[in-house]
């Protein structure tokens, strides 16, 4: 990547959805922009996002492998990053015993091993620097036991879990961990994890653009988590005093497939 003067900021899974509108404000707010993703999506996300005075470059990428991260850091060049929104995931709805382990593996890979690879690579550099922002897109069903969508529930617990965790470790090193916990979102998560037959896959959901929206402006306040919707707050409380086979029977009324709304 050519020099510039503008800071670059990182934006993983930016082909659609939540990824793309952080993004967004990422170009909005002053930053050059290394979108990345594993489709050919990407470069059309990038072309649209480009402007005169931001640049957005994309590209192509599995995140979900160990080269895959490394590619997208050695793209860097050496350019230091100013901000990582690292928002990579799959979703996988259905039962777990019915599911492929391929399926099952590939989840895990991109939402919790590539993320964590890439983040460790980016943090060190920003904590040399004594600089840096990170956003991490964990989920409220990091709260939850997932039924019917147990392994996707239980990466973004690593997630949300590990986003504190690596906060209080970087305390004072001038670098800033936000975790971002947004609940059912306008995006193609639920048509990619064959969920559209769900109650949750059919319902009302907060637009991807508020999610981002909401959480690039708590990674610039430096803010531990945001919760977005008041929907979901609650939610979050609930998870916080109810037991959890009550949670998971609750999930389960939400996820279970021939649940959709109106059936």
């Known amino acids: 990547m050519t020099a510039h003067t503008r800071p670059l900021a990182i934006v993983t899974g930016a082909s659609s959805g939540i990824g793309l509108e952080l993004a967004r404000c990422c170009i909005d707010n002053g930053y050059d922009v290394l979108a990345a993703a594993d489709e050919p999506a990407i470069f059309d996300a990038a072309r649209r996002l480009t402007t005169q005075d931001a640049r957005a470059e994309a590209l192509q990428v599995d995140l979900?492998?160990?080269?895959?991260?490394?590619?997208?850091?050695?793209?860097?060049?050496?350019?230091?990053?100013?901000?990582?929104?690292?928002?990579?995931?799959?979703?996988?709805?259905?039962?777990?015993?019915?599911?492929?382990?391929?399926?099952?593996?590939?989840?895990?890979?991109?939402?919790?091993?590539?993320?964590?690879?890439?983040?460790?690579?980016?943090?060190?550099?920003?904590?040399?620097?004594?600089e840096g922002r990170i956003l991490i897109t964990g989920s409220i069903a990091g709260l939850l036991p997932g039924t019917f969508q147990a392994v996707y529930n239980g990466t973004k617990a690593l997630l949300d879990s590990f986003a504190y965790a690596l906060r209080a470790e970087l305390a004072d090193s001038g670098v800033t961990v936000t975790c971002l916990m947004p609940g059912a979102t306008e995006t193609e998560f639920f048509e990619r994890a064959d969920m559209l037959d769900t109650k949750i896959g059919s319902g009302k959901k907060q637009s991807a653009a508020e999610v981002a929206r909401l959480g690039f402006e708590a990674m610039l306040r430096g803010e531990g988590q945001v919760i977005t919707g008041w929907q979901n707050k609650l939610q979050a409380a609930i998870s916080h005093i109810a037991p959890s086979a009550a949670l998971a029977e609750m999930h389960r009324k939400q996820a279970a497939p021939g649940t959709a709304a109106g059936r």
């Open 64 to 130: 979900a492998t160990e080269r895959g991260v490394e590619e997208l850091y050695s793209a860097l060049q050496g350019r230091p990053v100013s901000a990582l929104l690292a928002n990579a995931g799959r979703g996988l709805g259905r039962a777990f015993v019915d599911q492929s382990f391929a399926e099952i593996r590939r989840v895990i890979d991109t939402n919790v091993t590539g993320t964590l690879y890439l983040i460790q690579l980016v943090a060190r550099d920003m904590r040399e620097r004594g």
